[in-house]
């Protein structure tokens, strides 16, 4: 802001000036977003030729509905970045004017916060985000020279007609209990997602609980030499990241399952990114629990857990977590009537596990249901006293000497 005083005097300037530029942007490269996840006070510049825009598309944000449009933008090395409208800018932007526009069609965001989505980044708009068509300046021209004779249009996406999922269709999507997810075959059930209420009961130190990771796709890198070398980007021009992989334990009153939770869902659970605690608090030993990690045992929340493959086994991966309305309480096995036809939980989800055919039983064998109390109790005559009870578990030496007496006094009579 400038502010004009009494003693502001004005000068015309006379000798030549450098043209002053229209836009003025501070880009910042592709690979060098990934250091800028969820650090929203660091908003990030980015330039690319517009690929492909999808129509707006209502999302659950916290307990809102928000309207929000998605594009995929691309540098002049054809790496691909998405990119998240919110709200009016979203709304706002004119796909019937990009139709009819030359392509390649360069676009530039400004002041875009970066985030991350199932592994990969994305840039998303903040209230002090803006949008420009081929700006007047060099990188814009750069990347038109790039792709002038490349044959790749826009792609128009039709947006979805599916509603969004409320949060609380999200807590109780596909509620089971523990035992029943321990029955199910996780090979045919990757598509699906499950939600169990459960509480954190062990944290495995000796899997470690981070690692470095690439900072595009998040896989785990390996160091060559001086290098690092991931599987799917090759030699790293930058320095890994921390990632967080925490294999862990949860249960409920009907038993406990192996689980692994990666990166931002273990984010959301300690409100700290993973490579504060490695780079700025020098937690660097992957074996050594950090506190801010052991903490989160005894911690109580609604999992939604999805099965992922691993090389030839798949994991129990938990995807999000919800807050728990009620306490969570790890309560005793509710009685069993008959645990001989209970299907035995899986101990492993190694591919050579032979699995159940039905988790039917699970339900009928590990809960009684509220009719079946009230039979019990308005019919107590089916049931033995507490006199035969007591009788039943009486000395059995005791009850072999009375039947002595009693075959003895028979031969008396009898004699």
Not at 83 to 107: C, H, K, R, Y
Not at 367 to 378: D, G, L
Request: glycine residues 4%; hydrophobic residues 35%.
């Amino acid at each position: 802001m400038l502010q004009f005083a009494r003693s502001t005097f004005f000068r015309e300037v006379e000798e030549d000036i450098p043209e002053i530029p229209q836009h003025k942007f501070n880009f910042v490269e592709y690979d060098q977003l990934s250091s800028r996840v969820d650090i929203n006070d660091i908003l990030s510049d980015v330039i690319g030729r517009l690929i492909s825009i999808k129509g707006v598309e209502e999302s659950n944000v916290g307990n809102r509905v928000v309207k929000r449009r998605n594009l995929t933008i691309q540098n002049i090395r054809e790496e691909s970045l998405g990119i998240t409208l919110w709200g009016e800018i979203g709304q706002n932007f004119d796909e019937n004017a990009v139709q009819q526009m030359s392509e390649p069609v360069i676009i530039a965001f400004t002041a875009m916060a970066t985030k991350q989505y199932l592994g990969g980044l994305y840039v998303a708009s903040t209230s002090a985000t803006s949008f420009y068509f081929e700006p007047t300046i060099a990188e814009s021209e750069k990347i038109k020279r790039r792709f002038s004779h490349s044959i790749q249009g826009i792609d128009f996406i039709t947006p979805s007609t599916e509603k969004p999922t409320t949060l609380e269709e999200q807590k109780t999507m596909n509620r089971l209990m523990i035992a029943e997810l321990r029955c199910l075959d996780p090979y045919q059930n990757q598509d699906q997602k499950f939600t169990t209420k459960a509480t954190i009961t062990q944290i495995d130190a000796q899997q470690g609980w981070f690692y470095n990771a690439c900072p595009r796709c998040y896989r785990r890198v390996r160091q060559s030499g001086t290098s690092w070398w991931c599987d799917t980007h090759a030699y790293l021009t930058t320095i890994p990241i921390s990632w967080y992989k925490i294999n862990a334990r949860i249960e409920d009153s009907t038993g406990g399952i192996n689980i692994v939770m990666l990166g931002k869902t273990v984010q959301s659970l300690v409100n700290k990114a993973c490579s504060i605690l490695t780079i700025q608090e020098g937690y660097t030993d992957p074996n050594i629990i950090p506190p801010l990690i052991d903490q989160l045992k005894g911690m109580s929340k609604i999992f939604l857990i999805q099965f992922r493959p691993r090389g030839a086994f798949i994991d129990a991966t938990i995807v999000k977590t919800f807050d728990d309305d009620e306490s969570q309480m790890l309560l005793p096995a509710p009685p069993v009537q008959s645990p001989k036809h209970i299907p035995q939980p899986l101990t492993s989800l190694d591919p050579q596990t032979p699995l159940p055919e039905t988790k039917k039983g699970v339900k009928k064998q590990l809960f009684i249901t509220e009719s079946t109390t009230e039979e019990i109790q308005s019919s107590p005559q089916q049931h033995p006293s507490s006199t035969e009870i007591q009788t039943s578990f009486a000395d059995p030496s005791k009850k072999r000497k009375e039947s002595r007496s009693d075959e003895k006094g028979k031969k008396i009579r009898h004699g």
